[in-house]
Protein backbone atom coordinates (compact mmCIF):
# COMPACT_ATOMS: atom_id res chain seq x y z
CA UNK A 1 0.00 0.00 0.00
CA UNK A 2 1.57 3.42 -0.54
CA UNK A 3 1.91 6.39 1.37
CA UNK A 4 2.76 9.58 1.04
CA UNK A 5 3.53 12.05 3.65
CA UNK A 6 4.08 15.69 3.40
CA UNK A 7 6.70 17.36 5.57
CA UNK A 8 7.82 21.38 6.03
CA UNK A 9 7.99 24.51 7.94
CA UNK A 10 4.21 25.52 8.44
CA UNK A 11 5.10 29.47 8.79
CA UNK A 12 6.31 30.87 6.41
CA UNK A 13 7.43 34.49 6.42
CA UNK A 14 6.23 36.89 2.93
CA UNK A 15 8.54 37.03 0.18
CA UNK A 16 10.59 33.97 1.78
CA UNK A 17 10.56 30.96 -0.09
CA UNK A 18 8.12 27.60 0.95
CA UNK A 19 9.65 23.99 0.64
CA UNK A 20 8.10 20.81 1.32
CA UNK A 21 9.26 17.75 1.01
CA UNK A 22 7.20 14.34 0.12
CA UNK A 23 8.66 10.94 1.49
CA UNK A 24 6.71 7.65 -0.50
CA UNK A 25 6.83 4.82 1.28
CA UNK A 26 5.09 1.22 0.50
CA UNK A 27 7.29 0.25 -1.99
CA UNK A 28 5.07 2.46 -4.68
CA UNK A 29 8.28 4.81 -5.92
CA UNK A 30 8.67 3.36 -8.70
CA UNK A 31 10.28 5.01 -12.16
CA UNK A 32 6.72 4.98 -14.10
CA UNK A 33 4.58 7.55 -12.27
CA UNK A 34 5.01 11.16 -12.38
CA UNK A 35 4.18 13.04 -8.92
CA UNK A 36 2.12 16.04 -8.56
CA UNK A 37 2.13 18.99 -5.98
CA UNK A 38 -1.45 20.13 -5.56
CA UNK A 39 -2.51 22.94 -3.01
CA UNK A 40 -6.11 23.98 -1.53
CA UNK A 41 -6.60 27.38 0.40
CA UNK A 42 -9.46 26.76 3.29
CA UNK A 43 -12.66 26.35 1.78
CA UNK A 44 -11.29 26.85 -1.66
CA UNK A 45 -11.04 24.58 -4.75
CA UNK A 46 -8.04 22.45 -5.51
CA UNK A 47 -5.17 24.11 -7.90
CA UNK A 48 -2.30 21.58 -9.71
CA UNK A 49 0.87 23.44 -8.98
CA UNK A 50 3.24 21.14 -10.90
CA UNK A 51 4.57 17.41 -11.32
CA UNK A 52 8.00 15.54 -11.28
CA UNK A 53 9.31 12.81 -13.25
CA UNK A 54 11.83 10.19 -11.82
CA UNK A 55 14.65 11.39 -15.07
CA UNK A 56 13.52 15.03 -13.50
CA UNK A 57 10.99 16.42 -16.38
CA UNK A 58 8.85 18.58 -14.88
CA UNK A 59 5.59 20.24 -16.02
CA UNK A 60 4.54 23.05 -14.09
CA UNK A 61 1.66 25.12 -13.43
CA UNK A 62 1.73 28.30 -15.86
CA UNK A 63 0.29 30.52 -13.21
CA UNK A 64 3.28 29.60 -10.94
CA UNK A 65 5.66 28.43 -12.91
CA UNK A 66 8.09 31.58 -12.75
CA UNK A 67 7.96 30.93 -8.78
CA UNK A 68 8.00 27.01 -8.85
CA UNK A 69 10.92 24.58 -8.53
CA UNK A 70 10.49 20.84 -8.53
CA UNK A 71 13.04 18.18 -7.07
CA UNK A 72 12.94 14.31 -6.48
CA UNK A 73 15.81 12.21 -5.01
CA UNK A 74 14.92 8.56 -6.03
CA UNK A 75 17.26 7.11 -3.77
CA UNK A 76 15.66 9.01 -0.50
CA UNK A 77 12.08 8.01 -2.04
CA UNK A 78 11.39 11.96 -1.95
CA UNK A 79 10.41 14.45 -4.24
CA UNK A 80 10.03 18.17 -2.78
CA UNK A 81 8.46 21.74 -3.68
CA UNK A 82 10.05 25.15 -3.47
CA UNK A 83 8.05 27.88 -3.91
CA UNK A 84 9.75 31.36 -4.10
CA UNK A 85 8.81 35.02 -2.88
CA UNK A 86 5.70 33.79 -1.32
CA UNK A 87 2.46 35.72 -0.28
CA UNK A 88 -0.97 35.34 1.86
CA UNK A 89 -1.87 34.53 -1.51
CA UNK A 90 -0.23 31.21 -0.97
CA UNK A 91 -1.00 29.79 2.57
CA UNK A 92 -3.08 26.73 1.74
CA UNK A 93 -3.10 23.11 2.53
CA UNK A 94 -0.49 21.44 0.52
CA UNK A 95 -1.25 17.88 -0.92
CA UNK A 96 1.30 15.56 -2.68
CA UNK A 97 0.00 13.12 -4.97
CA UNK A 98 0.97 10.47 -7.40
CA UNK A 99 0.06 11.07 -10.97
CA UNK A 100 -0.42 7.96 -12.66
CA UNK A 101 -0.53 9.22 -16.66
CA UNK A 102 1.44 8.26 -19.50
CA UNK A 103 1.64 4.25 -18.53
CA UNK A 104 0.87 1.64 -21.47
CA UNK A 105 0.43 -0.86 -18.98
CA UNK A 106 -1.49 0.32 -16.36
CA UNK A 107 -4.95 2.64 -16.32
CA UNK A 108 -4.39 5.74 -16.25
CA UNK A 109 -6.11 7.02 -13.07
CA UNK A 110 -4.70 10.89 -12.75
CA UNK A 111 -3.90 11.01 -8.91
CA UNK A 112 -4.70 8.15 -7.26
CA UNK A 113 -2.63 8.65 -3.87
CA UNK A 114 -2.54 11.78 -1.81
CA UNK A 115 -0.88 12.53 1.38
CA UNK A 116 -2.47 13.89 4.47
CA UNK A 117 -1.47 17.20 3.37
CA UNK A 118 0.40 19.97 5.45
CA UNK A 119 -1.23 23.33 6.36
CA UNK A 120 1.39 26.25 5.26
CA UNK A 121 0.61 30.07 6.61
CA UNK A 122 2.46 32.98 5.13
CA UNK A 123 2.33 35.49 7.96
CA UNK A 124 5.39 37.54 9.68
CA UNK B 1 -5.90 26.12 -19.92
CA UNK B 2 -9.21 23.75 -20.14
CA UNK B 3 -11.60 25.43 -17.85
CA UNK B 4 -13.85 22.63 -15.61
CA UNK B 5 -17.08 24.17 -15.08
CA UNK B 6 -19.36 22.19 -12.51
CA UNK B 7 -22.70 22.43 -11.62
CA UNK B 8 -24.61 22.99 -9.59
CA UNK B 9 -22.28 24.45 -6.62
CA UNK B 10 -24.84 22.80 -4.11
CA UNK B 11 -27.47 20.00 -4.18
CA UNK B 12 -29.44 18.95 -1.37
CA UNK B 13 -30.82 15.17 -1.62
CA UNK B 14 -33.18 12.79 0.04
CA UNK B 15 -31.65 9.48 1.40
CA UNK B 16 -31.94 7.16 -0.95
CA UNK B 17 -32.54 9.24 -3.62
CA UNK B 18 -29.81 10.12 -7.01
CA UNK B 19 -28.11 12.64 -6.78
CA UNK B 20 -25.96 13.76 -10.61
CA UNK B 21 -23.56 16.54 -10.85
CA UNK B 22 -22.19 17.90 -14.06
CA UNK B 23 -19.35 18.85 -14.99
CA UNK B 24 -18.41 20.67 -18.74
CA UNK B 25 -15.11 21.13 -19.86
CA UNK B 26 -13.78 24.42 -22.15
CA UNK B 27 -12.52 21.59 -24.52
CA UNK B 28 -12.70 17.97 -25.38
CA UNK B 29 -10.16 15.93 -22.98
CA UNK B 30 -11.36 12.63 -25.50
CA UNK B 31 -8.33 11.04 -26.40
CA UNK B 32 -8.67 10.14 -29.84
CA UNK B 33 -5.90 7.00 -30.01
CA UNK B 34 -7.22 5.22 -27.80
CA UNK B 35 -10.93 6.57 -27.64
CA UNK B 36 -10.50 7.50 -23.84
CA UNK B 37 -11.61 10.26 -22.13
CA UNK B 38 -9.06 11.54 -19.42
CA UNK B 39 -11.51 12.77 -16.64
CA UNK B 40 -11.58 11.83 -13.19
CA UNK B 41 -14.01 12.92 -9.89
CA UNK B 42 -13.01 13.11 -6.52
CA UNK B 43 -14.75 12.98 -3.09
CA UNK B 44 -13.33 15.45 -0.13
CA UNK B 45 -14.94 14.97 2.80
CA UNK B 46 -13.83 17.32 5.58
CA UNK B 47 -10.38 17.67 6.93
CA UNK B 48 -9.55 14.67 4.25
CA UNK B 49 -7.28 14.66 1.03
CA UNK B 50 -9.76 14.20 -2.00
CA UNK B 51 -10.29 10.35 -2.90
CA UNK B 52 -10.79 8.54 -6.23
CA UNK B 53 -13.88 7.76 -7.22
CA UNK B 54 -14.00 7.76 -11.34
CA UNK B 55 -11.43 8.04 -14.21
CA UNK B 56 -11.50 7.60 -17.33
CA UNK B 57 -15.32 9.20 -17.09
CA UNK B 58 -16.49 5.99 -16.61
CA UNK B 59 -14.35 3.86 -14.33
CA UNK B 60 -15.11 2.87 -10.99
CA UNK B 61 -12.23 3.27 -8.77
CA UNK B 62 -11.14 -0.11 -6.54
CA UNK B 63 -13.02 -0.51 -3.62
CA UNK B 64 -15.63 2.35 -4.58
CA UNK B 65 -19.19 1.32 -4.18
CA UNK B 66 -21.29 0.74 -7.35
CA UNK B 67 -23.97 3.61 -6.41
CA UNK B 68 -21.41 5.77 -7.77
CA UNK B 69 -21.28 6.23 -11.74
CA UNK B 70 -19.28 8.43 -13.91
CA UNK B 71 -20.83 9.29 -17.51
CA UNK B 72 -20.24 11.43 -21.08
CA UNK B 73 -17.80 11.97 -23.39
CA UNK B 74 -15.93 14.89 -25.25
CA UNK B 75 -16.92 17.76 -22.96
CA UNK B 76 -20.13 17.11 -21.17
CA UNK B 77 -19.76 14.64 -18.13
CA UNK B 78 -21.89 13.60 -15.36
CA UNK B 79 -20.94 11.68 -11.72
CA UNK B 80 -24.25 10.29 -10.30
CA UNK B 81 -24.63 8.70 -7.29
CA UNK B 82 -27.76 6.52 -7.51
CA UNK B 83 -29.07 5.99 -3.95
CA UNK B 84 -27.65 8.32 -1.48
CA UNK B 85 -26.31 7.51 1.99
CA UNK B 86 -25.04 9.91 4.65
CA UNK B 87 -21.52 8.84 4.65
CA UNK B 88 -22.00 10.31 0.81
CA UNK B 89 -22.14 14.09 2.14
CA UNK B 90 -18.91 15.85 0.95
CA UNK B 91 -17.84 18.08 -1.83
CA UNK B 92 -16.95 16.40 -5.34
CA UNK B 93 -14.88 17.70 -7.98
CA UNK B 94 -14.05 16.78 -11.85
CA UNK B 95 -10.53 16.74 -13.24
CA UNK B 96 -9.11 17.09 -16.23
CA UNK B 97 -6.09 15.04 -17.12
CA UNK B 98 -5.86 15.48 -20.62
CA UNK B 99 -3.29 18.00 -20.60
CA UNK B 100 -1.28 20.17 -18.54
CA UNK B 101 -1.99 21.78 -16.63
CA UNK B 102 -4.17 19.85 -14.50
CA UNK B 103 -7.33 21.95 -13.96
CA UNK B 104 -9.97 20.97 -11.34
CA UNK B 105 -13.71 22.07 -11.19
CA UNK B 106 -14.87 24.60 -8.76
CA UNK B 107 -16.27 21.68 -6.69
CA UNK B 108 -20.02 20.83 -5.71
CA UNK B 109 -21.11 20.33 -2.16
CA UNK B 110 -23.70 17.47 -1.45
CA UNK B 111 -25.96 17.59 1.86
CA UNK B 112 -28.79 15.57 3.06
CA UNK B 113 -32.14 17.38 2.26
Known amino acids: QVQLQESGPGLVKPSETLSLTCTVS?????????WSWIRQPAGKGLEWIGRIYPSGNTNYNPSLRSRVTMSIDTSQNQFSLRLSSVTAADTAMYYC?????????????????WGQGTLVTVSS | DIVMTQSPDSLAVSLGERATINCKSSQSVLYSANSKNYLAWYQQKPGQPPKLLIY???TRESGVPDRFSGSGSGTDFALTVSSLQAEDVAVYYC?????????FGQGTKVEIK
Open chain 1, 97 to 113: ARDVSGSATIDERAFDT
Open chain 2, 95 to 103: LQYYTTPRT
Open chain 2, 56 to 58: WAS
Open chain 1, 26 to 34: GGGFVSTFY
